[in-house]
């Protein structure tokens, strides 16, 4: 087994559904096992993503990444998952978490423990998904004798989603795995799976390569300022190596503009060779896997050949030789 295991493609946002079955075939075919679906509101559907890409592959492991635990029930989340598990056993991969607070303002539906709500999602979801009775209230939710009808002979892993350090220790705790953002640099990497104990991390990844590295570069650009900008308070930005910097940079105003260390440091942009080298940091950071999410768009068919043909046969032969046992 090789880069296959560690190396998986994230599509959500910037993929539009009519163009998703092809996409995910594709990176099938160039020997992406592990595909992930990105839920962004208000762009694209995580679980009727995520219900396409098992449907337009035969033997993908396919990763919802993540569902917010107040935008849906957890009874109707697990009876959804379920129905995903049985139609593709053992494919299936869920990831949960508390989700972007601006969106969930927008909604309102910010609660008022995050942690305590994710925390006592992912138990109910345990207990639905394992054929269990659910009564009673948690932080957020209400369950009156709750049971499946249909519940999945192979249940999923569910895994969470986690930037901050309170999160991140629960996710060590409690979850399967802990799916970390895209701007895992590798000095958040390091210092976030310092917290996640023994548990496999996945960081998403916003990926380019081109026989130009500014072109690559260029290609992931605006996307690493959106989400510096985004995440400015976050974990992802304050504990990288950057932190000051782009502290300064947006305590000034106006249009931010994202230097070339700033794109080396948050994504993995540039010439096969140096890319290579930007997700072997990862690896040794402590990143179990990543998930790339694939720049420019609209050259997304074009990008996944490429970093299959030219970028992830160049990682250290301790990556591509170490199997899916050792990882997840």
Known sequence: MGWQQRVGVVFGSLTPAEELARAAKAAEDAGFVNQWFSEDCFFSGGLSGTAQ???????????????????????????????????????????????????????????????????????VLRDLLAGKVVDGRTAAHEFQQIKLDHPPEAVPEIWLGAVNERALRLGGQIADGVLLSVLAGPSYVRWATARTGDVPVTAYVLAAVDDDPQVARDAVRDAVGFFLQAEARSALVTRSRYADEVKAALERGGPLEVPDHWVDEFAAAGSPAQVAARLQALFDAGAASVGLWLFPPERLTEQIGRFASDVLPRLAPDVAERGVDDIL
């Not at 449907?55 to 009874?75: E, I, K, N």
């Not at 991969?93 to 609660?111: H, I, K, S």
């Open 53 to 123: 890409l098992l449907a337009s592959t035969d033997q993908v492991t396919a990763g919802l990444g993540l569902v917010s635990v107040v935008t849906r029930h957890p009874a109707v989340l697990a009876m959804e998952l379920a129905g995903l598990a049985r139609m593709h056993p053992g494919r299936l991969r869920a990831t949960v978490g508390l989700g972007n607070e601006q969106w969930l303002r927008q909604m309102g539906l910010m609660p008022d423990k995050p942690l305590t709500v994710v925390r006592e999602t992912v138990a």
